[in-house]
Nanobody, 125 residues
Framework: VQLQASGGGLVQTGDSLRLSCAAS????????MAWFRQAPGKEREFVSAYRWDGGYTYLAESLKGRFTVSRDTAENTIFLQMNSLKPEDTAAYYC???????????????????WGQGTLVTVSS
């Protein structure tokens, strides 16, 4: 399985961006796709996730109200809609997937075996 992330770019404070992550295939009914981000000099942190079984969505508490995650119903693709962007949102955003996630690891990078390349989001002040 391969993941292809896209949609990053350079924007100004207050702007919006939508990131996409397309999976080449989906290997189980317990499929989960997620977004993490990593700013320079910082650890990779959880942003959001989508569970195919049940359509559950998860979002980092600090991002609620500005970010939302959704899914393309026809494709193995998730989207991250990012509104009211701030300079502290600047990071490389990574897409990840798991075919057999342990829910306690859903918000942890170690819960995911499949990773895409990062897409860079830069928010200028």
């Amino acid at each position: 399985v391969q993941l292809q992330a896209s949609g990053g770019g350079l924007v100004q404070t207050g702007d919006s961006l939508r990131l996409s992550c397309a999976a080449s295939s989906r290997t189980s009914s317990r499929w989960v796709m997620a977004w993490f981000r990593q700013a320079p000099g910082k650890e990779r942190e959880f942003v959001s996730a989508y569970r195919w079984d049940g359509g559950y969505t998860y979002l980092a508490e600090s991002l609620k109200g500005r970010f939302t995650v959704s899914r393309d119903t026809a494709e193995n693709t998730i989207f991250l809609q990012m509104n009211s962007l701030k300079p502290e949102d600047t990071a490389a955003y990574y897409c990840a997937a798991s075919s057999r996630i342990i829910l306690s690891n859903l918000r942890r990078p170690e819960g995911y075996a499949i990773w895409g390349q990062g897409t860079l989001v830069t928010v200028s002040s």
